[in-house]
């Protein structure tokens, strides 16, 4: 049984993204993944490759991630600050 397209869009956007990944790499290389000239242990030295690359991009947006929080943490402790001086309640 095939989904439809329109039932799940994820599904979708990544079916998209790797015929579109498949086109560049066919004008880059000229081959399909089906060629010969890589061994299976380059295969796996390849996905090891790009496997590490998303785990740093993955520490890179956890940092962002952080970096928001803390500034929204920030701004909400300023804003309690602020409520204590215009309420009058500072001393």
């Given at each position: 049984m095939?989904?439809?397209?329109d039932r799940d869009?994820?599904?979708?956007?990544?079916?998209d993204r790797m015929r579109s990944r498949s086109e560049v790499g066919m004008e880059k290389y000229g081959v399909t993944m089906m060629?010969?000239?890589v061994s299976t242990v380059e295969w796996i030295d390849h996905a090891i490759e790009e496997l590490l690359d998303g785990a740093i991009?993955?520490?890179?947006?956890k940092l962002d991630i952080s970096s928001k929080n803390?500034?929204?943490s920030a701004i909400n402790q300023l804003k309690e600050v602020e409520k204590i001086f215009t309420s009058?309640?500072?001393g």
């Open positions: 095939r989904m439809s397209e869009p994820i599904v979708q956007t990544v079916i060629r010969d000239d991009y993955l520490e890179r947006l803390q500034r929204q009058g309640e500072v």
